[in-house]
């Protein structure tokens, strides 16, 4: 599918640089960043496959799929959008958007959500244009009937012998003709007024007309005008095929039969798209849209949903095609549980959900230990292949005024936490239900600080036991909202889940270096992995050290000694290189809190060791923690490194690590975290 064109709407710069990343390769993209720019490239090309993001403003994402499917119905939607959306959700899916991948990215889960939509697009082009071909081969070459051809604006353009032996006219005398030259002066001019109102839009029309013969006689017909369209959709002709009813013994009856069999092709049709909407195509199960349909008559009863525990291994080890087939197993196998009354449904990927009339604390346990124990015992065998599945399980009562569903979703979130073969049921004032809720909250709040620039830096000052003067200056963010400073601790995590985290680096380092612009004052940066795998780090820092005239040699930049652990070992080794180079120093932060690895340390050729809070505090009073403190100090001396206890807060521990040869200290016995240096 590379050479589908796709059109990408996303606001937001870094998630648009993600997704421009991750698709460039292998699709062709051709990205829009705000509403005006999206409708102006989409008129311009109409696009087949749009995958647009909830990100901006206003709820106009929602808009601009409408304005899409009426441009282009045929246009697939991917909208990408947050969990939390669920309105949105429900809304996109009301106005017919194609596919959903939920935030933050999640790289294989949103290609696999996109080829799928890809390959239906493929898939219904190529059975389009077979049966546009096959029907206009077996219309055209439909010699029992009368078949004639017109161009869009009436003009006949072909007329086969039946048309002239029915009509009286010939070929030559009915070429170049408006076709009203059979219309009969009966015939209600209203019916030819409605029957080019639906050819011109390019759906067929079936009637029956009365038409007039050259010498003045009269036939009947029953007709069947279509539209010829181009690959592009446009018409470039109308086919017309009919019967001669003539000898029916009177119009009546003959309409009377063709309504009756048109309002059943038009119920049979309506139930198949009904049946096909509301079913799962895997499993043939119901699907989430009729479990939306149908919740409401399960009031007082109860809502299990459940997901598989990592079925994704079951795609990466034997494909899609398998684990499509192992669904349908699974599938057969909780049908067969299911009691009687129960409704059984297929959601999205590896998840089903389960309506049950009854809700009590004795049959919510009952079913779950019975599903539980069923799949430990029971081999799915796929292709001789046996796999054993289980499943995670979030239950919520099935009320009025609230929505089951989501709350069923907090249920098994919070299930999926604890493991396999586990389930929880909604209940609002738990304390895991309150954090999942409180989580969620700050996720929107983080968003509001980012968007309104509401991080500001604070810094706390570093000095050298020694002198017990300042050395340089620890810069950290907090949230000022109203008369609240709000630390990292409570945003940090949550601008990770939203994607953002190096938009809030990126603002804290221009802040930083705004702030010590023309002194002449050391300060460090905390920096994440995530900032040194986007590899924008040392360029920016180039940029604002140049901009604000800060001497390289003053910044150091903190990392978490985790981060040196990283998979990507060699990228971040390199990135450190380099900012080393230009002249920045290097801490490495907690150290001791992880599997300290000493031959990475060596790598990084770091300036400071941190050694991590955990240590140091009440060190004045714990003899092993001394030990370790003395064993890191005489670590990073060997070393060439300098080492700073964090979390000082008593002359007691003082004396105590600057017995221990610590070469700086931070905490609060020499100032806490402030908007202003001393």
Known sequence: MQNVDILYVEHEATSAQDMLALLCPDFNIHHASTTHEALRVFKTSLFPAVILSDSLPKGESIDLCKTFKALHPKTKILLHVNPSECGRILEAIRIGVDAFALKPLEKSAFLLTLNTMLDTLLASKKSEEALHLT?????????????????????????????????????????????????HPDMDKSIFKEMWHVISHGQIWKGVVKNRHKNGSFYVVEATIIPILDTEGKIVEYMSVRHDISQLETRNTY??????????????????????????????????????RDIARFEGGTLFLLDINNFNIFNKLYGFAFGDLLLQEVTKNLIFLSSKGESLYKLSADRYALLSHLHNEEHIENTCNQIFAYFDTTEIVVETIENFVSFSIGVAKIEDGRDAIVDAEFALDISKKHGKRFKVVYDGGSSQIREELESISWLNKTREFIHKDMIVPYFQPIVDVNTREIYKYECLARVIDGDLVIPPLMFINASVKLGLLTSVTKSMISNYFHYFAGKNTRFSINITERDIMDGYLLEFIKFKAQRYGI????????????????????????????????????????????????????????????????????????????????????????????????????????????????????????????PEIL
């Open 255 to 292: 309409l009377q039969d063709v309504a009756a069999r048109n309002e059943e092709i038009a119920k049979t049709k309506s139930n198949e798209l009904l049946e096909k909407l509301y079913k799962d195509e895997i499993t043939n199960l119901p699907n989430s849209l009729a479990l939306q």
């Open 135 to 183: 029907q206009q081969l077996s219309r055209a070459f439909e010699t029992s009937t009368i078949v004639s051809k017109t161009n869009p604006k009436g003009i006949i353009t072909y007329a086969n012998k039946a048309f002239e032996r029915i009509s009286g006219y010939t070929q030559e005398e009915l070429i170049g003709k408006p076709h009203n030259i059979v219309r």
């Open 551 to 674: 001497d390289p040699r003053n910044v150091t930049l903190v990392i978490l000694e985790i981060i040196t652990l990283s998979h990507a070992s060699d990228l971040i080794t390199g990135t450190i290189g380099l900012v080393k180079d230009y002249g920045c120093d290097i801490a490495i932060d907690d150290f001791g809190s992880e599997n300290s690895n000493f031959s990475r340390l060596l790598s990084l050729q770091s300036d400071y060791l941190k050694i991590d809070g955990s240590f140091v505090h009440n060190c004045d009073k714990d003899l092993e923690k001394q030990k370790i403190i003395d064993a890191i100090v005489q670590l990073a001396r060997r070393l060439g490194i300098k080492s700073v206890a964090e979390f000082v807060s008593s002359e007691s521990i003082f004396n105590t690590i600057k017995a221990l040869g610590v070469d700086y200290a931070q905490g609060y016995l020499f100032g806490k975290p402030e």
